[in-house]
């Protein structure tokens, strides 16, 4: 089982880079937090992409292959995948309501 990851360090590091500015040690405590939930977002699309995982059987959808296949934890593995899936979930509710909207015209 893995425990640390370069490659997810890496993808976190690499939203710093390319979208953030400024000195972590002198700004506000809110606007850390938020660029570090901006990281940890971009680093699981940067290392597990969405267009990958759409490509896989749904058996393989599991944290073990995940994990396996693109060489993260299974705990990052375990994440990427509930975001994946709350992302299927709010796209299905979305089109539910676009429905359900466009038949009550």
Known sequence: MKTCNHAEDFGHETCH????????L????????????????????F????????KLPPLQ?????ISEKFNVT?????KRLLHYENQLLASKLQNQISQ??????
């Open 100 to 105: 359900y909207c466009n038949f009550q015209k």
């Open 61 to 65: 959808l599991k944290a073990y292959i």
């Open 26 to 45: 002198l700004m506000h405590q809110m606007f850390l937090d938020y660029q570090e939930a901006k990281a940890k977002n971009f680093a699981q699309q």
């Open 17 to 24: 880079i390319l979208f953030h500015s400024g000195n972590q």
């Open 47 to 54: 290392c597990v992409p969405t267009f990958m995982l759409r």
């Open 74 to 78: 299974t705990q990052f593995a375990e």
